[in-house]
């Protein structure tokens, strides 16, 4: 039977900058392979042929998407054995895992290339080409954020917080009761999609799709879903359940999911750009809009909500294309480096059997 295999990402392209997570992702580790050298496609295929490895076995792997090439991932986790594998190009990835007091082992290419000082000056303008457009998508980020919360604006002043409260509280006490796990809370945090150069990308459905309860908030920009699922949060870790904290690839001071796996319970935000409808007999809805918003806010402010949205996306999609220009610009720069044989897969077998053995003496 094949392992479970969680997708997310530990890294985002938001409107508040690229933001890393992976302080969280590497927490409870105790060694982390770093990927030093090379091509990034060609880590990316080292790490999926771990991947696929390790979970035809059964071991459970927490696979990290790569935000800036939708072809790419950038970390592996092996949770069970205490290993993480990750890209030496993920940005301070070297300070993340002096943080956390990690024991690390560098694998270093041993690829060959052209000499690169031919394409010294090029790519030296690709790299600052590069830097600029992500500059400029996240400052485009930022202006459609700006209309974002414009949008919320008109929601949040009709809105009703007594009721986004109460249905707050009853969640609390219908998830938890009076009862506490006894322990301390793990509290793990990380982005269920992201911004990509081929738009938006999430991870529900691998993410929830073991769990037996899942609750798709419906709502308006603005409708109290974010701070519900804080408190949310907050409460689980407080009785000492396990969190999965699951923030906006957006805007990363938003959350979109938590997911209580000792519970078996999963609670989202189910609206653009990772809108879905009750699938299960199970799947339940809670409706922000028409808990706790002032009847007719729509069509009373019809108007001003379509010009601010038509903002948002608008400053959305240019921003999108911003990151695959980027995007482009990295590709031509591995091409430049012309490496030729095998990436790491020199050491992909000692790796493998490394990582079967702990999994061995850890059962």
């Given at each position: 039977?094949?392992?479970?295999?969680?997708?997310?990402?530990?890294?985002?392209?938001?409107?508040?900058?690229?933001i890393s997570l992976y302080h969280s992702a590497l927490r409870g580790l105790n060694r982390v392979f770093l990927l030093q050298g090379g091509l990034r496609s060609d880590k990316s295929a080292f790490m999926n042929t771990i991947r696929e490895t390790l979970s035809?076995?059964?071991?459970?792997?927490?696979?990290?998407?790569?935000?800036?090439?939708?072809?790419?991932?950038?970390?592996?986790?092996?949770?069970?054995?205490?290993?993480?594998?990750?890209?030496?190009?993920?940005?301070?990835?070297?300070?993340?895992?002096?943080?956390?007091?990690?024991?690390?082992?560098?694998?270093?290419?041993?690829?060959?290339?052209?000499?690169?000082?031919?394409?010294?000056?090029?790519?030296?303008?690709?790299?600052?080409?590069?830097?600029?457009?992500?500059?400029?998508?996240?400052?485009?980020?930022?202006?459609?954020?700006?209309?974002?919360?414009?949008?919320?604006?008109?929601?949040?002043?009709?809105?009703?917080?007594?009721?986004?409260?109460?249905?707050?509280?009853?969640?609390?006490?219908?998830?938890?009761?009076?009862?506490?796990?006894?322990?301390?809370?793990?509290?793990?945090?990380?982005?269920?999609?992201?911004?990509?150069?081929?738009?938006?990308?999430?991870?529900?459905?691998?993410?929830?799709?073991?769990?037996?309860?899942?609750?798709?908030?419906?709502?308006?920009?603005?409708?109290?879903?974010?701070?519900?699922?804080?408190?949310?949060?907050?409460?689980?870790?407080?009785?000492?359940?396990?969190?999965?904290?699951?923030?906006?690839?957006?805007?990363?001071?938003?959350?979109?999911?938590?997911?209580?796996?000792?519970?078996?319970?999963?609670?989202?935000?189910?609206?653009?750009?990772?809108?879905?409808?009750?699938?299960?007999?199970?799947?339940?809805?809670?409706?922000?809009?028409?808990?706790?918003?002032?009847?007719?806010?729509?069509?009373?402010?019809?108007?001003?909500?379509?010009?601010?949205?038509?903002?948002?996306?608008?400053?959305?999609?240019?921003?999108?294309?911003?990151?695959?220009?980027?995007?482009?610009?990295?590709?031509?720069?591995?091409?430049?480096?012309?490496?030729?044989?095998?990436?790491?897969?020199v050491g992909l077998y000692g790796i493998v059997e490394e990582i079967k053995l702990i999994l061995k003496q850890n059962k």
């Amino acid at each position: 039977m094949s392992g479970k295999v969680l997708h997310y990402y530990a890294g985002g392209n938001t409107a508040k900058g690229y933001i890393s997570l992976y302080h969280s992702a590497l927490r409870g580790l105790n060694r982390v392979f770093l990927l030093q050298g090379g091509l990034r496609s060609d880590k990316s295929a080292f790490m999926n042929t771990i991947r696929e490895t390790l979970s035809a076995e059964g071991h459970t792997i927490e696979c990290l998407h790569c935000a800036y090439n939708n072809e790419w991932i950038e970390g592996l986790i092996v949770p069970d054995a205490g290993i993480g594998i990750i890209d030496d190009a993920v940005p301070d990835i070297g300070n993340e895992i002096a943080n956390e007091n990690l024991q690390i082992t560098i694998l270093e290419s041993l690829k060959t290339t052209k000499n690169l000082f031919e394409h010294h000056d090029k790519m030296q303008q690709l790299n600052v080409d590069i830097f600029a457009k992500l500059q400029k998508a996240y400052t485009t980020f930022a202006e459609s954020l700006k209309a974002h919360d414009d949008i919320e604006e008109i929601y949040i002043s009709n809105m009703s917080f007594a009721k986004a409260n109460q249905l707050t509280n009853e969640l609390i006490d219908l998830f938890f009761g009076e009862e506490t796990a006894e322990k301390t809370s793990n509290v793990k945090h990380r982005f269920l999609g992201a911004a990509t150069p081929n738009g938006a990308v999430d991870y529900i459905q691998n993410l929830t799709e073991d769990i037996s309860k899942r609750y798709l908030i419906k709502g308006r920009a603005g409708s109290g879903k974010s701070t519900m699922l804080k408190k949310i949060a907050a409460a689980g870790q407080e009785k000492g359940y396990d969190v999965e904290i699951y923030y906006c690839g957006f805007d990363p001071n938003s959350l979109d999911m938590v997911i209580l796996r000792e519970k078996g319970i999963a609670i989202f935000d189910s609206t653009a750009p990772h809108e879905y409808e009750p699938e299960r007999q199970t799947d339940e809805i809670i409706d922000m809009y028409e808990t706790c918003i002032t009847p007719g806010t729509d069509e009373k402010f019809a108007a001003e909500i379509e010009r601010t949205t038509k903002a948002y996306k608008d400053k959305m999609k240019e921003a999108i294309c911003y990151l695959a220009e980027a995007r482009n610009m990295i590709i031509q720069l591995e091409d430049l480096k012309c490496i030729r044989n095998s990436a790491v897969s020199v050491g992909l077998y000692g790796i493998v059997e490394e990582i079967k053995l702990i999994l061995k003496q850890n059962k």
